[in-house]
């Protein structure tokens, strides 16, 4: 049976949010050259300076650089990025500080983000002294796409998180330890939702304990909802023209501690899921033992002899759960995975032909509703399909420009190399929770100990989840999702290369898929067995998938198969994986389906975000429901 899931809907959980179309800014001078928002109808800053602005009312209103220094990370959220001086200055103010913090995080917040081009041209001026981190910014400015995207500097000292969409709705979804806020949208009259009493509560939410704020607004109003939300609030002299500010400090009872950070980890599984996880967490100097038996035959055994695999964008209509997470997954891979010199992992792109009129017809839909930029999705219709891949096809169909085609042995062997990564090539038998951290029984023949230690531990097991959970996960409570969660076999086959008439450049797919060739083979896949089958690659499936491929059978020719490789997918009954990831030192990554090159970038980058009390990449609601069940 072949699955098609790019445009499966999952009625069962309505977490769309209600979904809204981004509408980038435009760009726009007023009279006095100060940079201004058409859509608000307001100034982006003080006609006295931006930079100077940031100084007094931000930074010193919250007692910074002062705060940051001598910690080991600090994180600040502002609630309207706009030209994003605030991030530029304070990112410079942090620089020229010996004692800063070790780390920096910068959240923000946008509704109407600027697109590149817009976003170099309102900083044509910026000052000498920001223009190198203006350049650094626009590098790695993201596609205007809805959600969260984290950007790194200084070797990843400085993250910069933006929260593209309405603030009110987005300030619910996001996860985060804040120490200082910067409220700066525009003015309370012309832009309601930056100070409204749900958001004021919402950053009340964020806060770490002692955490403060600023902003150049002193309205009335504001200061009685930023009280009521919990900040002692007191005016102070404004800048410039501007006689008075405010500043706040959260009431002693509320915020939130931070979280020990663990020192060392033990992730169990070294498929994708574990390799991601281990690679998140020793980027950020997390010392990681990896577990098992596979690894007697190498770093990148889980996928020993599979070619290629395809990372293509999930997309529906409604936004729904498993797309954002192919997004936000896609979107991390592409910044984490894919370097210049990284050739297991190349963005070839994809072209995907429906397989009949209605999904096309959905195609079509999702990509007018959903408004996301041509560099990620466009429609193509039967005519521009059939140029594309040449010859006819009866319909139109999808094209993702930065989908990924993997080589996932060497991914993951290169996520696994490292020195602060250990890998044991051993099977836990057993995990127990000690009063700090965790033990492992290990398989006593392959280690040289029987019992592993570990502040913390990752399950990155796959369908091998249930008879690891330790008891004091699963002693109270039943969690039928993972009791019934189905290990799927499936094979894919090689086509020789040489032999087939034309060969693919970019990813194609529909009924099954083709895959540009590595090493003179062409992946195309992929078959699907019961549950409880053995994963094995055989003649019978070699001619399913060519019969499945009937498409592309003027490509393919006569080509000769050579060979396959066989695997399991673990999947859960509503096709979400499983992930738990806030708890302090128990880590879940599993259940990933068809998906797991995607998934596993989010969910590892996302929980060792959760450990360093970094903010969350993932969205709380889809956060929870992907949680144990
Ligand atoms: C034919 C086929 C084609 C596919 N194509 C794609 C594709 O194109 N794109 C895509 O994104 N996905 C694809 N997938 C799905 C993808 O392969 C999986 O989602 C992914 O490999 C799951 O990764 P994982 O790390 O969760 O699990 P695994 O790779 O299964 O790793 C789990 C590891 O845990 C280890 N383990 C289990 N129990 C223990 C224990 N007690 N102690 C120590 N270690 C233990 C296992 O040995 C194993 O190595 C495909 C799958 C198949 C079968």
Request: net charge neutral.
């Amino acid at each position: 049976m072949f699955v098609s899931c790019i445009y499966c809907v999952l009625k069962r959980i309505n977490m769309t949010g209600g979904f809204q179309k981004l509408q980038p800014a435009t760009p726009s001078f007023n009279q006095k050259g100060i940079a201004q928002s058409l859509q608000y109808g307001d100034v982006y800053h003080s006609t006295a300076g931006a930079l100077a602005q940031t100084q007094h009312v931000f930074l010193a209103g919250n007692g910074l650089p002062e705060r940051w220094q001598g910690r080991t990370h600090f994180s600040i959220c502002e609630t309207g990025f706009g030209l994003g001086n605030n991030f530029l200055v304070t990112w410079l103010s942090w620089l020229r500080d010996s004692d800063r913090s070790q780390r920096l995080h910068f959240v923000s917040f946008e509704a109407h983000p600027f697109q590149r081009d817009d976003l170099a041209r309102m900083h044509e001026h910026a000052s000498p002294e920001l223009q190198p981190l203006v350049q650094q910014l626009l590098a790695q400015w993201p596609e205007l796409l809805p959600g969260i995207h984290r950007l790194y500097f200084e070797n990843e000292r400085v993250t910069l998180t933006l929260v593209f969409g309405d603030i009110e709705q987005k300030a619910k979804l996001l996860d985060a330890q804040i120490d200082a806020f910067f409220l700066d949208g525009f003015a309370p009259r012309l832009n309601p939702q930056m100070w409204s009493r749900r958001l004021f509560g919402q950053l009340v939410r964020l806060s770490a304990k002692g955490a403060t704020m600023a902003s150049w607004c002193s309205a009335g109003q504001v200061r009685r909802d930023l009280r009521d939300a919990g900040f002692l609030i007191e005016k102070i002299p404004g800048f410039a023209h501007k006689r008075e500010m405010i500043r706040g400090v959260l009431r002693e009872k509320l915020g939130r501690q931070p979280n020990a950070i663990p020192k060392h980890v033990m992730v169990i599984g070294a498929g994708i899921a574990g390799a991601a996880t281990a690679a998140a967490l020793v980027r950020r100097g997390i010392r990681v033992t990896v577990v098992d038996p596979v690894l007697k035959s190498g770093a990148g055994a889980s996928h020993l002899g599979h070619k290629a695999i395809a990372m293509t964008p999930l997309l529906s209509v409604d936004d729904a759960p498993r797309m954002r997470l192919s997004r936000a997954g896609m979107l991390v891979a592409a910044r984490q995975w894919q370097h210049a010199e990284a050739m297991d992992c190349l963005p070839l792109g994809t072209v995907r032909v429906a397989v009949d009129a209605d999904e096309d017809l959905a195609g079509r839909k999702a990509v007018e509703t959903l408004g996301f930029p041509d560099a990620w999705v466009q429609y193509l219709d039967v005519e521009v399909m059939s140029q594309h891949v040449g010859g006819d096809v009866a319909h139109g169909g999808l094209y993702f420009p930065s989908a990924m085609r993997v080589q996932p042995d060497k991914l993951i062997e290169r996520l696994l190399t490292h020195p602060n990564i250990g890998l044991l090539p051993t099977k836990v038998l057993k995990l127990e929770a000690l009063e700090t951290g965790w033990c492992a029984i290990v398989d006593t023949d392959s280690a040289e100990a029987g019992v592993l230690h570990a502040d913390a531990v990752v399950l990155c097991v796959a369908g091998e989840l249930s008879s690891l959970l330790p008891d004091s996960v699963h002693a109270n409570k039943a969690y039928p999702y993972i009791e019934e969660m189905e290990r799927l076999p499936g094979q894919v086959s090689y086509f020789v290369a040489s032999e087939m008439a034309k060969k693919p450049t970019y990813i194609v797919a529909g009924e099954g898929y083709l895959l540009p060739e590595v090493e003179g083979l062409c992946t195309a896949g992929s078959t699907y067995g019961a549950n409880g089958e053995p994963a094995q690659v055989t003649e019978q499936g070699h001619h399913e998938i060519r019969e499945t491929l009937q498409r592309w059978k003027t490509w393919l020719a006569s080509a000769s198969i050579q060979g396959g490789w066989a695997g399991y997918r673990a999947a859960l009954k509503d096709h979400l994986p499983l992930y738990a990831g806030g708890d302090q030192n128990l880590g879940i990554i599993s259940g990933l389906g068809s998906n797991g090159f995607a998934w596993s970038a989010i969910l590892a980058e996302d929980l060792a975000a959760a450990w360093n009390n970094e903010p969350r990449l993932l969205e709380r609601d889809l956060s929870r429901a992907l949680g144990l069940r």
